[in-house]
């Protein structure tokens, strides 16, 4: 199996609901991209891009935000199309049909022209300035991940009773098929340095929620360094996208693919 290198052609690409593609032309180097990923988000995604504008407006660096949608059947996507209007900063990408998390994650990542290059969910779970912190730890480290088990992190909402049935449940599977060292594969919040997002992003194939455990051990197998930050969950809708029938075993079975895609992969990495 070969390991996808960075292609630059790949880079900065906008994808439109039809297929097309166009290569966006930034005025300036881009200091920072924050990708969002979203799924049916028109009630809260013109506020969530202004919060995010403006925190960063006050920064007085470059940067764009990506929304990248994941297929949205709600008015979600027009809303975003009218914000294109009047900030420049903001690119959108569209994909016809629902893939999942994952996927859109990684179009978004890939369609980035910063040095940084973060991405959030839509609910903002985690305060804007949780930017700057991040923005510290990559001047330091390859990859900066949220964690909402360290000693320093803090909950402000209740667990519901499915993260609470599940959550144990889906870190020790975690442990034991694909990936053990970290306190918190699943949080939102993740930031890589530009080189480190692109060789990553581009040997990504899981599309679904299990994601994150692929990009890690990507991240690992790749030689990058990570470091896990403490973040404050302020507000968690993430359970309201899963569908108990049928993502609980999607989710295990990506994390046997998973497994066996890094064994590969580290079968065929060229070693030093």
Known sequence: MMIHAPRTAERGKDADAAGMVKEPQPDAAVDLSVVIPVYNEEERIVNTVNLVANFLKKRKKNFEIIISDDGSRDGGPELVREKLREAREVRLIREKRNQGKGAAVRKGVLAAHGERIIFTDADLAYPVET???????????????????????????????????????????????????????????????SQAAHDIFLNCTINGFAFDVEVLALARLFGYSVIEMPVCLQVDSSDSQINLTTDPA????DLFLINRRIRELRATTPRE
Do not use: H, W
Request: overall charge positive; charged content about 25%.
């Open 131 to 193: 930017i700057d912190q991040c923005v510290a730890a990559l001047e330091e480290y390859d990859i900066a991940v949220g964690s909402r088990n360290l000693p320093d992190s803090c909950i402000k909402v209740s667990p519901t009773k499915l993260r609470q049935l599940t959550g144990p449940v889906f870190k020790t599977i975690v442990r034991k098929l694909a990936l053990s060292g970290f306190t918190d594969t699943q949080c939102g919040f993740k930031g890589f340095r």
């Open 250 to 253: 999607r989710m295990i079975r």
